[in-house]
């Protein structure tokens, strides 16, 4: 397992969503992906994108100016 991570920061929805597919796209099962973004839009967004393709979201953290997504790949 590796961990990586992506700047989505100051990009509003979808990007980050687009990002993080783009990447999780290059990795392999079980790395995790930490996603840093600022639009709040993706608290919903990616826990979404993760459901319908069958990654795992491992934590949303959420702090005065940044959100921080953990990912990790699963089989799919």
Do not use: F
Not at 18 to 28: M, P, T, Y
Not at 59 to 68: A, F, K, L, P, Q
Request: charged share 20%.
């Amino acid at each position: 397992m590796a961990q990586h991570e992506l700047n989505a920061r100051n990009l509003l929805c979808p990007l980050p969503v687009i990002r993080a597919q783009n990447k999780i796209s290059e990795l392999s099962v079980g790395d995790q992906l930490t996603v840093y973004c600022t639009d709040p839009g993706t608290l919903h967004d990616i826990p979404a994108w993760c459901r319908v393709h069958g990654h795992t979201l491992v934590s949303t953290e959420e702090n005065s100016d940044e959100i921080v997504i953990t990912i990790e790949v699963n089989d799919t």
